[in-house]
């Protein structure tokens, strides 16, 4: 995409203005981009849009609203189970869309916005900043590079320190509102399992509970109102029974663990704790000659490593037989690690020019389906689900039209 013609400064909008509209802030640049439009019901929502945009940007409370101000593209930072409706509304208009990861939190919903994508021919595109970031992309090159053979088996661990604070005292605690964490939180990491495995998961199988937070009594009293997140967390409150004002409806579960199988026949393994003291994701890539692990992430800005182990030796060996630090990484920075910004930057040149990028609204159904059966499954006993496939047609459509980075070659089962 680098050798295209200069484009002309895209027109953007941003529906939803909480937590996630920093994002849009990263687009908003001179000459490239500028955000002009922006909706939110509530109106902390839309002053926020006005102190983020800045004088001239255009403020309504339904999105529906923004269609007048002309837009490129637009930014859907709404929450989960408010995607659906205004990515369809825009991609009807022919407005290309970003959507914040997870897709949609039905799968229904999801072959929805894949269809009219497809039907309409315009641009979707699905906020998975975990392809983006500098250390799975570290490990990801490492495998591509055949550092570790043919790769096995994927697994990892996500400790989510600041789970109480970040998913169970707001509309992240519901299942009508989320399905479940792992399709919440879940689908982050199940789609960067999927890319760094080259497979997607056909067959899946998951325990989990909710352990912790369901005890906690100290629910908050009345409607959250304008509180976010940022009013109430603090990394001060420990242990987890210490939290207060958890959301009044808590259902879904603060620790799971998913087996898969994917089509290429890689195993992997996901788990989820929401009450661990720490907060990173340790992944482990298994090939037929070697392993590689991360040590830290960089999301929060803690010095992440990755570590190469390809050659038989007994014990536990630090050193390991190749470390790699952040400063042989691709990119780094601020949000999480410097992958929002690529993120963000890919989006742009997407829109400006199409063709392939290294997110994939069919991937990211893929997770969001992936999440689903594990909730399925460890909702049901830990019973084996199988994943539904998406349907050829769209399939075939997005191959052809707007691939995504698939991952490592992928070979039979
Ligand atoms: N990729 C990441 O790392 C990452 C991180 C955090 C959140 N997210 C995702 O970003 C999305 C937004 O999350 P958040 O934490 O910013 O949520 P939030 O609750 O802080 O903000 C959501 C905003 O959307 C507004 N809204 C609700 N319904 C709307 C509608 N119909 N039209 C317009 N605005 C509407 C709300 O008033 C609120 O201001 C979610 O999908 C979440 O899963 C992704």
Redesign the pocket.
């Known amino acids: 995409m680098t050798d295209q013609p200069p484009a002309p400064e895209l027109r953007l909008g941003v ?7 920093g994002l849009a802030t990263l687009a908003d640049r001179p000459g490239t981009a500028r955000v002009v439009s922006c ?4 109106a ?2 839309r002053a926020d849009a006005r102190s983020l945009f800045g004088p001239g940007v255009r403020i309504h409370e339904r ?1 529906e609203d923004m269609l007048a101000d002309g837009l490129d593209a637009v930014f859907v ?4 189970d ?2 659906t ?2 990515a369809r509304y825009f991609l009807e208009a022919g407005v290309a869309v970003f959507v ?3 897709l949609t939190v039905t799968l229904a919903d999801c072959d929805r916005v894949l269809a009219t994508a497809a039907r309409t021919r315009t641009r979707l595109y699905v ?1 998975h ?1 975990l392809r983006h970031l500098p250390v799975l992309r570290t490990m990801r090159r490492l495998v591509d590079e055949g550092a570790i053979g043919t790769v096995r088996a994927v697994w990892c661990r996500h400790f989510v320190g600041h789970g109480g604070d970040y998913y169970f005292k ?2 992240h605690a519901e299942r009508d509102r989320t399905t479940g964490l792992l399709l ?1 939180k879940g689908a ?1 990491d199940l789609d960067a399992i999927h890319w760094l495995a080259g497979g997607t998961a056909r067959t899946v199988t998951a325990l989990g509970d909710l352990a912790v937070y369901g005890a906690n009594a100290h629910r908050r009293s009345g409607p959250q109102g304008p509180r ?2 940022q009013d109430w967390f603090d990394e001060g409150v420990w242990p987890p029974s210490a939290l207060r004002d958890l959301n009044p409806v808590v259902d879904v579960e603060d620790i799971s663990m998913v087996l898969t199988r994917l089509d290429n026949g890689v195993l992997t393994s996901y788990q989820q704790c929401h009450f661990t003291p720490d907060y990173w994701r340790n992944y482990t890539v298994i090939g037929d000659e070697g392993r590689i692990e991360n040590l830290g992430d960089g999301i929060e800005g803690d010095p992440p490593v990755v570590k190469v182990w390809n050659r038989r030796r007994s014990g536990y060996r630090p050193e390991a037989d190749r470390t790699l630090d952040a400063e042989t990484f691709e990119t780094a920075g601020a949000g ?1 690690g410097g992958a929002d910004q690529a993120l963000v930057d890919e989006f742009l040149g997407f829109v400006a020019h199409g063709g392939a990028t290294d997110t994939s609204p069919v991937a990211a159904r893929e997770a969001v389906a992936t999440g689903i059966a594990a909730t399925t499954s460890l909702r049901s006993g830990g019973t084996s689900v199988q994943v539904p496939a998406l349907a050829p047609d769209l399939a075939d459509y997005f191959a052809r039209h707007q691939p995504g980075s698939r991952g490592p070659a992928t070979r039979p089962p």
């Not at 529906?15 to 509209?21: C, E, H, I, K, Q």
């Not at 930072?77 to 989960?80: A, C, I, K, Q, V």
């Open positions: 529906v939803g203005v909480g937590l996630r509209a909706a939110d019901p509530a902390r929502g999105y930072l709404t929450p989960d408010q995607h409706a205004p914040e990861k997870p906020g900043n707001d509309w919440q982050h976010r997140v999480h």
